[in-house]
């Protein structure tokens, strides 16, 4: 199995920008985490999705992010318009567990942000 | 308030010394995570527990959950489990994480 993948590996942007990370989960995993990174905060959840329906979204800082999942096996996390606050590492992982937040967590290897 | 919290926040240790971390949280949890987070950034999940011990090679996961605490070993420690070692728990839909652990594994 390929593992979680997310694209970009790496983002540099100016701020004001769109920016859209994207995740691809494990096969057959029902569950996916958009978590962020940053030195003064570790690390946090922003959204999570079960079966494809967004469950919790309460981490999403702000209007500015939207987190879409169109099907079971592709992700995207917008931030628009972008600022430099927004500049950290994002996490996508998925989980097979139908109990959605207590299965084992399979990352992928992260998105670095950086909005100048 | 932190509610989750872990200690120690740094740890240098000889290879092959026994290692703890502890993560105590403050309310009552479903999960608790632990993961380890490599040098180059990735993370690695490495127990899931909602209640009493896993062991997965050198390293051993318990859970008290009467006292809300959590500890990792690891035995015969390696240069090579230096890392970053996040506790975190879950409460209702959230996942909430603890700062951090870092280990350094001195040859």
């Known amino acids: 199995d390929a593992g979680v993948i997310q694209s970009p590996r790496h983002e540099v942007t100016e701020m004001g920008q769109e920016v859209t990370l994207r995740c691809k989960p494990i096969?057959?995993?029902?569950?996916l985490f958009w978590y962020r990174q940053t030195m003064m905060r570790g690390l946090e959840l922003l959204i999570y999705f079960n079966n494809n329906v967004p469950i919790d979204d309460s981490g999403m800082p702000e209007d500015r992010f939207s987190a879409k999942m169109p099907n079971a096996s592709f992700s995207t996390l917008k931030i628009q318009p972008s600022e430099p606050r927004d500049s950290a590492v994002y996490f996508c992982?998925?989980?097979?567990?139908?109990?959605?937040?207590?299965?084992?967590?399979?990352f992928g290897e992260g998105s670095r942000l950086t909005v100048l | 308030k932190n509610e989750v919290e872990q200690s120690p926040q740094n740890l240098t240790a000889q290879e092959g010394e026994f290692i703890t971390i502890n993560c105590s949280y403050s309310?009552?949890?479903?999960?608790l995570h632990w993961l380890q987070q490599h040098p180059g950034g990735g993370i690695v999940s490495l127990f899931m527990l909602s209640s009493g011990k896993k062991k997965h090679g050198r390293l051993i996961a318990t859970i008290n959950i009467q006292e809300k605490h959590s500890s990792l070993h690891i035995t015969a420690s390696h240069p090579r489990d230096s890392a970053v070692y996040i506790c975190a728990v879950v409460i209702g839909n959230q996942f909430y994480f603890g700062t951090g652990t870092s280990l350094t594994v001195i040859p």
């Open positions: 992982a998925s989980s097979l567990d139908r109990f959605s937040n207590t299965g084992e967590l399979f």
């Open positions: 096969s057959g995993h029902n569950s």
């Open positions: 309310v009552g949890i479903s999960a």
